[in-house]
């Protein structure tokens, strides 16, 4: 496993060592000693979650404002194009955002710690999505961005409008969003 540093410091791809022949693969999809050592953080994660999408449909960009999560997050059916925006109001990297795409085939993980707004959107004709979160689910505290704020700038490979749900229609810009300190 190795991690690869992108335009934000605190959010890592993470690249595990692929095992495989002409009977399949396997691989080690999370080691919390190896992930401690790539990251310099020992988390401990407490809830996992997988859904399942089809193509265009984009969900985000999403936080909690109190308990605040830390998400794994990994595609292990299908291609999504995974974004993390830094909503931390004293980092130098407010307002700046990190894209992946991340697929079964390419087996990457993005690591998106505490104080950013996550979502992604689905390239292939369905997805199937899993993350790991440093917190439980609080929907008391669940907030969200618009994912076309154009102070955000985010270029989603996709052609025409996306599939929202309601909530993320209702999405605000980051500039009257909730955010960290």
Known sequence: MRAVLTAIPDVLIIEPKVFGDERGFFY?????????????????????????????????????IQQPQGKLVRAVQGTVFDVA???????????????????SENKRMLWVP?????GFVVLSETAEFLYKTT????????????WND??????WPIQGEPALSAKDQQASSLEKADTFQ
């Open 28 to 64: 080690e999809s999370f080691n919390r000693r190896k992930f401690a050592e790539l990251t310099g953080r020992d988390v401990d994660f407490v809830q996992d979650n997988h859904s399942r999408s089809t193509k265009n449909v984009l969900r985000g960009l999403h936080y909690q």
């Open 85 to 103: 925006v830094d909503i931390r109001k004293s980092s130098p990297t407010f307002g700046k955002h990190v894209g992946v795409e991340l697929s």
């Open 150 to 155: 154009p102070t955000i700038g985010i270029h």
């Open 114 to 118: 505490e104080g950013f707004a996550h």
């Open 135 to 146: 917190d439980y689910w609080a929907p008391e505290f669940e907030r969200g961005i618009a």
